[in-house]
């Protein structure tokens, strides 16, 4: 059945007719199911990730990562942090990006990460800050600031050879960086 975007369906489910396996006292159940799809009123308003092309996708990523930078300034971190999960949730799945597609798609998510790790920080969740900086460490193993920032939330976890290990780390890749 066609429907045109923007509208609402409307499915009943009649009962089921009784059965050996159901009770006497079983009631007969009636489902009503309403399914809508908001339609965009404007180009400015938001695609879903899956309505995008590539570059579509690098390009709203990037306007995420730019509201989340403009949040953070102002002490938003929490909405800041979101904005920088929803950027990374664009580039996320990379497999049919081109070679420099991967490449801006790469540096967006480590930005992004670092980022929201940097939200996490100031909002105390420091697992979870811990769990972003070693996702941009799996990809740039030498990332200073990932690794300053994971030795930060290793503190204030309590694990104190795993922040040390990690700032031993950041200065041997960059001894100037005190």
Known sequence: MQREKGT????????????????ASS???LFVFTASRR???????????WDMSTPEKIEAAGKKKE?????FKAGKYARAAKRYEKAVKYIEYDSSFREEEKKQAKALKVACNLNDA???LKLKEYKQAEKL??????????????????AQAYIQLADLD???????????INPDNR
């Open 8 to 23: 609402e369906e409307t499915a009943v489910v009649a009962p089921l007719p009784a059965s050996s396996h159901l009770s």
């Open 27 to 29: 009631l007969p159940l």
């Open 39 to 49: 339609r965009r009123t404007s180009d400015s308003e938001e695609k879903e990730s």
């Open 67 to 71: 509201d989340g930078n403009a949040l």
């Open 118 to 120: 940097a939200c996490k």
């Open 133 to 150: 900086c070693t996702k941009v460490l799996e990809l740039e193993s030498r990332n200073v600031k990932a690794l300053y920032r994971r």
């Open 162 to 172: 795993l922040a040390e290990f990690d700032i031993k780390k950041a200065l041997e």
